[in-house]
């Protein structure tokens, strides 16, 4: 199993700003996941981060809206640029170890 | 394209009942991992199981089962004397897996399904 940790849980920011999300493992894993949660909707994968590579992205979702960090097997930044009201969620980082174990959540309100 | 339906969007049952979730996916890999997740209103994501494709024998854990039926592209989650700890939105998945590894890939979610036990 992985324990993962994200760290800020939750913050409230301004339109216009960025935040970024750390979250971190507690072994080395190859591959991690950052999942969008928008209000009483499902996850939904904003990109794949690998150690080494580039992040993938989903459709719909561009780097430089959400870039992202992956500097070793065990950690991982999300950022949120630019915000908007509409970028209020809850953004999930997971890790791949056989399953996949999510952190629990950073919850953003963008006003 | 892969994809997760699960069709019931809210469920509502009273205490010790047993309810069944349902969970019906399409993919055309040979290889692939389904999930159950549980996120109770603290938000955070709970592994329930996973189950690869090659393996179609249910499973019971406690009060917790599951079917998959491959024939009919399903895998059906029970739980037995339901409890009010058991009030959660539930989300079936389904990944590819990874090249080369057991790992999986990314995950698909259904819609989810929210369940709300009554005492």
């Known amino acids: 199993s992985a324990v993962i940790s994200q760290k800020p849980s939750r913050d409230i920011c301004q339109r216009g700003t960025s935040l970024t999300i750390q979250c971190q493992v507690d072994?080395?894993?190859?591959?991690m996941f950052w999942y969008r949660q928008q209000p009483g909707q499902s996850l939904t994968l904003i990109a794949t981060?690998?150690?080494?590579?580039?992040?993938?992205?989903e459709s719909g979702f561009v780097i430089d809206k959400f870039p992202i960090s992956r500097p070793n097997l065990t950690f991982s930044t999300l950022t949120v640029s630019n915000m908007s009201p509409e970028d209020s969620s809850i953004y999930l980082c997971?890790?791949?170890?056989?399953?996949?174990?999510f952190g629990p959540g950073t919850r953003l309100l963008v006003l | 394209a892969q994809k997760v339906t699960q069709a019931q969007t809210e469920i509502s049952v009273v205490e010790k009942e047993d309810v069944t979730l349902d969970c019906v996916y399409e993919?055309?890999?040979?290889?692939?991992?389904l999930f159950w997740y549980k996120q109770p209103p603290s938000g955070e994501l709970v592994f329930l199981i996973r189950?690869?494709?090659?393996?179609?024998q249910n499973e019971i854990s406690g009060r917790y089962s599951w079917n998959f039926q491959k024939s009919t592209s399903s895998f059906n989650f029970t739980i037995t004397a339901s409890q009010v700890v058991d009030s959660a939105v539930y989300f079936c998945?389904?990944?590819?897996?990874?090249?080369?590894?057991?790992?999986?890939?990314?995950?698909?979610f259904g819609q989810g399904t929210t369940l709300q036990v009554k005492p």
């Open positions: 997971s890790a791949s170890v056989e399953t996949q174990y």
């Open positions: 072994s080395q894993v190859t591959m």
């Open positions: 981060a690998n150690q080494g590579s580039e992040a993938t992205y």
């Open positions: 993919t055309r890999d040979t290889t692939y991992y």
């Open positions: 189950r690869n494709s090659f393996d179609e």
């Open positions: 998945a389904l990944s590819e897996a990874a090249y080369g590894s057991s790992n999986t890939g990314k995950l698909i």
